[in-house]
């Protein structure tokens, strides 16, 4: 089991290196890494639409510094300091976006949610709190694409916070796009 999930974890770190998954930040307290990429499809958000093709700046989380999920369950002790750390780490981004000339034309922070879509209400939720319009996942390889996708995510679940998967099984994972427009985004965490 211990091989299988570093092997899962080395893949991992392949993957992200692959896509151009950069970490800009070397605190532990941060939770975010990040890709500059394209939109893949228009982007209806408060203040204006983002047309495919302009720069966004997607969201990872970097899965070994979420703190394990306690034996009882993810209850406010475990949930409250998770929040602060991704309010901290929001706020990094915005600081990076600030301080790096090669992001000054990002249209939009955000990405694809897991675990935020209908249904999920509590990440849902925080996510529009937080100032993030949810909009449905726009699955670029359909619902076969998709299941791979989120077995790939149960996988990462397992291999580092595995006692997650006692909430969420694989066929109940779901996704959602996360987006704020990038002039809010650094209005509100700037």
């Known amino acids: 089991m211990v091989t299988l999930r570093l092997l899962i974890r080395a893949f991992d770190a392949w993957l992200s290196r692959t ?6 930040c070397e605190d532990p307290e941060c939770l975010l890494r990040l890709q500059l990429a394209r939109a893949s499809h228009d982007l209806c958000l408060p203040g204006g639409t983002v047309q495919a093709g302009e720069h966004v700046l ?22 409250m300091p998770m929040q602060r750390r991704f309010v901290y780490s929001l706020r990094r981004v915005a600081r990076y976006i600030q301080q790096s000339p090669q992001l000054a034309d990002v249209c939009a922070v955000g990405g694809v949610a897991v675990l935020a879509g209908p249904g999920n209400g509590g990440g849902s939720h925080m996510l529009q709190r937080l100032g993030f319009t949810l909009i449905p996942y726009h699955r670029p390889l359909g619902a076969f694409g998709e299941f791979w996708e989120n077995f790939y995510t149960w996988l990462l679940m397992w291999a580092y916070n595995s006692a997650s998967l006692r909430y969420k099984g694989l066929c109940r994972l779901k996704r959602a796009e996360i987006w704020m427009p990038a002039e809010a985004f650094l209005r509100r965490y700037g």
Not at 19 to 24: A, I, N, P, R
Not at 58 to 79: F, K, T, V, Y
């Open 58 to 79: 997607l969201l990872h989380l970097l899965n070994e510094r979420i703190a394990p999920i306690p034996p009882q369950g993810p209850d406010l002790s475990w949930a």
């Open 19 to 24: 896509l151009g998954v950069f970490e800009f």
